[in-house]
């Protein structure tokens, strides 16, 4: 397993397509950090790993603070000794007209999806840069960065950021053997998979509707050592909706 004893740390890691990772990296070998501002998740996200007799932390964090932020890194160092991996997975939306959208709700969308991606990656690189093998990095995105739905003005806004960012910080890292990419997932189902139509997969020219474990996949081969030629990327995991032409009827 190439990730044995790698200490990742994965934001959002509670629920979701950041439950599907952390269950994937520690599958695979890695000692992981659960970082999540929901409890309840974190620590069944912990049991989950636990049951599979792999080593895992749960850290309280709200990466919208930027103290927890800095806290989430020192507590990792302090029980692992060293960072090699982070998925900034955290993201939250509001479904809100733009003329209803107020500005304390667009900077919390903002900082809780963008700046923190940029804080979170600073404050590991600050530890990654003294690892003889550098570090790896992968930010969140979505296919919402390219294409909108009513109403998701703050929402794309973060994912487009977090795309111009994960390039800036690929050049900015680089000269650390860090590596800085982006996914950015179209529709994953982390609810209820079995409830889906067959109309809703079929819209996918794939056949189906994705599911975390496509996402936690390609964190893998992101963070892979092998694959460090890949940087400053973004990699959209879809189905391959972005690429349909749809014409109305």
Known sequence: MKFENQVVVIT????????????????????????DIDETGGHQVISEIKKMNRDATYIKTDVSKPDEIVELMTQTINTYG????LINNT?????????ELDVEEWDTILNTNLRSVFLCSREAAKYMKNNASGGSIVNMASTR???????SEAYAASKGGIIALTHALAISLGEYNITVNSISPGWIEVVDYNSLRDEDHKQHPSGKVGQPDDIARACLFLTNPENNFIT????????GMTRKMIYEE
């Open 82 to 85: 060293t960072i090699d991996i």
């Open 12 to 35: 959002g890691a509670g629920n979701g397509i950041g439950r599907g990772i952390a269950l994937e990296y520690a599958n695979q070998g890695a000692k992981v950090v659960v970082a």
């Open 91 to 99: 993201g939250i939306s509001r479904w809100k007209s733009l003329f």
């Open 145 to 151: 960065a390219f294409m909108s739905e009513k109403n």
């Open 232 to 239: 400053g990327e973004n990699m959209i995991i879809d189905g």
